[in-house]
């Protein structure tokens, strides 16, 4: 089965709003790292997490490692913010490398 | 710090041509990774490096697919006889050590196979 299962598929948010994004890890995962993939095709690093969360702004990521899950949330949407949102898991065995999930379609309107 | 670039952006081929793909790690980076992403779908590896050593190539079509980084740093990635299958953008990524090392991705090499 997949290794990593993200959710939503597809997100719609107004300008302001705040929402989240997960992903479930079907095994033990050593860290997960999160992305942004723009129009044009590059892979932005957000997040690398081995444990607990981090904040950059208004981004906020967390990850479970006990309960195999990791979060997203976005405060206070922009319009910069659209974009498709990938989380990425190395397995504990996988000596780094990086399974994805499918992906979060992220259109922030005004 | 330079990122991790490639080269070409676009590459548009009919089938049964061969193309290469060039990535340039970032400066320091022993590790280096080809991934394959579709179009709507995440990136899937390929084959990745240590240095110039193959750690893993289990994804690797090995009866079209090659790679090599012969001096541990730039790498090169083949296709012989492209399939329309393969279109897809061609992903390049390196980290500084194996094992819990955050991944940095070039641009992409968009491909596509008619």
């Known amino acids: 089965g997949d290794q990593v299962e993200q959710s939503p598929s597809a997100l719609s948010l107004h300008e302001g709003t705040s929402s989240a994004l997960r992903c479930n890890f079907t095994?033990?995962?050593?860290?997960v790292q999160w992305f942004r993939q723009n129009s044009r095709g590059s892979l932005i690093n957000l997040f690398y997490?081995?444990?607990g969360t981090k904040e950059n702004g208004r981004l906020k990521s967390a990850f479970d490692s006990k309960e195999l899950y990791s979060t997203l949330h976005i405060r206070d949407a922009q319009l910069e913010d659209s974009g498709t949102y990938f989380c990425?898991?190395?397995?504990?065995?996988?000596?780094?490398?990086?399974?994805f999930g499918i992906g979060t379609r992220v259109l922030v309107r005004p | 710090e330079a990122g991790v670039t490639q080269s070409p952006r676009y590459a548009v081929l009919q089938e049964g041509q061969a193309v290469s793909f060039w990535c340039d790690p970032i400066?320091?980076?022993?590790?280096l990774y080809w991934y394959q992403q579709p179009r709507d779908q995440g990136p899937q590896l390929l084959v990745y490096?240590?240095?110039?050593?193959?750690?893993?190539n289990s994804q690797l079509p090995s009866d079209r697919f090659s790679a090599v980084r012969p001096k541990g740093t730039n790498s090169t990635l083949k296709i012989q006889s492209a399939k329309q299958g393969d279109t897809a953008t061609y992903l390049c990524?390196?980290?500084f050590g194996l094992g819990g090392a955050e991944q940095f991705f070039g641009p992409g090499t968009r491909l596509t196979v008619l």
């Open positions: 990524a390196s980290s």
């Open positions: 095994t033990t995962t050593r860290s």
């Open positions: 997490l081995a444990s």
């Open positions: 990425a898991a190395e397995a504990d065995s996988a000596g780094n490398k990086l399974t």
């Open positions: 400066s320091g980076h022993d590790t």
């Open positions: 490096f240590r240095d110039e050593a193959v750690i893993d």
